[in-house]
């Protein structure tokens, strides 16, 4: 029987937050209590929540859709890769990204702003001009001129994420954990660029065991050892 992404993830919700939680050590899930000066209590705690991540996945019937396994698989991979990309529920922006020249000029239907600055932002750290005015375009803000937006409304944040997710990951998760990676950040990270960085990827294998998707283990193949 499908399921809808919204019964899905507030069926595991619980799961979830106890494996961010054994996963993250002391920056850990946000909403936690932590420990004054731990950076979970000063950056994402009230931004990345449960609430705005169900309120963004409404508008993405495909994720998380097909067999019970399949979307505990697909949460378990999305939320591994968000769990990487914002140091455990912390970063909203992409540190020191402001140093960074994410303008790229040779797509023109997607014109770098003046003063604008396209560095990562988010749960999956949407980076790029053309990502930006890609997903504006797509979820409704305008992502060229006023891509801060991404770090100010934590829906229109997971929004982002979902729809990078959805066009350039959900078609190659069949393919391994390790596609998934190649998807997000593969020319960083794959052929042994930085095993480092990639091995922090495989969280997601823990996870799927307390999340009941057993099959997500043996989908946990580095990108590094992909044709």
């Known amino acids: 029987m499908a399921n809808s992404p919204m019964a899905v993830f507030t069926f595991m919700a619980l799961g979830l937050a106890a494996a961010l939680l054994s996963a993250a050590g002391p920056a850990a899930a946000q909403n936690c209590g932590c420990q004054a000066g731990f950076c979970c209590s000063q950056y994402g705690q009230s931004f990345y929540t449960r609430q705005a991540f169900l309120n963004a996945v409404g508008s993405y019937s495909g994720f998380a859709s097909g067999s019970s396994d399949a979307a505990k698989r697909e949460v378990a991979a999305f939320f591994a890769h ?3 990309e914002t140091g455990h529920f912390c970063y909203i922006e992409e540190i020191n990204g402001a140093s960074q020249n994410y303008c790229d000029t040779g797509y023109p239907q997607w014109p770098c702003s003046s ?18 005015g890609a997903a504006g375009q797509s979820i409704g803000f305008d992502g060229l001129r006023s891509p801060q937006t991404v770090a100010q409304d934590p829906v229109v944040a997971f929004k982002t994420a979902l729809w990078y997710w959805m066009t350039n990951v959900h078609g190659v998760l069949p393919q391994g954990f390790g596609a998934t990676t190649r998807a997000i950040n593969g020319a960083v990270e794959c052929d042994g660029k930085n095993t480092a960085q990639m091995n922090a990827r495989t969280t997601a294998a823990s996870w799927a065991s307390t999340l009941g998707a057993a099959s997500l283990a043996r989908h946990r193949r580095a990108c590094a050892w992909l044709q």
Do not use: I, M, S
């Not at 003063?115 to 930006?132: A, D, F, H, S």
């Open 115 to 132: 003063g604008v600055k396209y560095y990562g932002r988010g749960p999956l750290q949407l980076t790029w001009n053309y990502n930006y």
């Open 82 to 84: 968000v769990t990487h």
